[in-house]
């Protein structure tokens, strides 16, 4: 039976039919695999001269590991996690908003953040030192653009695989820098800002049915009104700002 649900931290509607999955298909054909080659795979490790200087880089030292930059041709060897700027960005500094009254001129940057060195490095393989390099390098970008008083809303994401976009198999990260909120995330920040936190409430749920793990620190659940299959949530038990 069809059945309509409403988020409630974003108030958008999901619609869920679950017979749909029974329907007959015909059209099999999904995207093809990625090319795993990694002599030619432009993120691995000896082709740094290929790339644009890295706009930030974490490389080891003697001592630990550093955050640098690149600068004209020079280009870090002992990197562990770079982000450069990206060649097909969805945003840049000339970008332009149009809506009904006319358009004015808005700067957004879109850069991608190389994860590893190592070509088939995905999260799940990874130690938690190489885990935590990598987000340590989406922190410290973030905290840089965000420095930027043009820019007010920066993020992250990615895509895995060809079914969501992905087009190189070395593991990579998306990083956006825009002057604007996006309407949804004005919606959310609103609902998280009242007296009672709404997803404080969902994390200290502890009879919740829709809970899948739950740690000292961090719970995972599938959202009431989740818009993909297999979607997931992971929320701190204690209020946290990034």
Request: net charge negative; with cysteine.
């Given at each position: 039976m069809p059945e309509l649900r409403k988020d409630p931290l974003t108030g958008r509607l999901v619609s869920y039919a679950p017979e749909r999955a029974k329907r007959p298909?015909?059209?099999?054909?999904?995207?093809?695999?990625?090319?795993?080659?990694?002599?030619?795979c432009p993120f691995c490790p000896g082709k740094?001269?290929?790339?644009?200087?890295?706009?930030?880089?974490?490389?080891?030292?003697?001592?630990?590991?550093?955050?640098?930059?690149?600068?004209?041709?020079?280009?870090?060897?002992?990197?562990?996690?770079?982000?450069?700027?990206?060649?097909?960005?969805?945003?840049?500094?000339?970008?332009?908003?149009?809506?009904?009254?006319?358009?004015?001129?808005?700067?957004g940057i879109h850069e991608v953040l190389i994860d590893t060195p190592i070509h088939d490095g995905d999260p799940w393989k990874l130690s938690v030192n190489q885990l935590q390099f990598f987000l340590l390098t989406v922190?410290?970008?973030?905290?840089?653009?965000?420095?930027?008083?043009q820019i007010v809303y920066?993020?992250?994401?990615?895509?895995?695989?060809?079914?969501?976009?992905?087009?190189?198999?070395?593991?990579?990260?998306?990083?956006?820098?825009?002057?604007?909120?996006?309407?949804?995330?004005?919606?959310?920040?609103?609902?998280?800002?009242?007296?009672?936190?709404?997803?404080?409430?969902?994390?200290?749920?502890?009879?919740n049915p829709r809970r899948i793990l739950s740690t000292r620190y961090f719970v995972a659940l599938c959202p009431w009104a989740s818009r993909e299959p297999y979607e997931i949530m992971i929320l701190p038990k204690e209020h946290m700002h990034r």
């Open positions: 298909i015909q059209i099999t054909e999904g995207p093809p695999p990625l090319a795993d080659d990694p002599s030619k740094e001269d290929i790339l644009a200087p890295a706009t930030l880089v974490l490389v080891e030292t003697g001592v630990g590991v550093e955050f640098e930059r690149e600068e004209g041709a020079e280009r870090k060897k002992n990197w562990i996690a770079k982000c450069i700027p990206n060649l097909y960005p969805a945003f840049s500094k000339e970008d332009t908003l149009i809506d009904e009254v006319g358009s004015k001129s808005v700067s922190r410290e970008r973030l905290t840089q653009l965000e420095s930027d008083p920066a993020c992250f994401g990615k895509n895995h695989g060809p079914h969501s976009g992905g087009s190189l198999r070395h593991p990579h990260t998306h990083i956006f820098a825009m002057p604007i909120t996006p309407p949804l995330i004005e919606v959310e920040s609103k609902r998280l800002h009242e007296e009672d936190c709404l997803l404080c409430k969902v994390a200290q749920e502890s009879d």
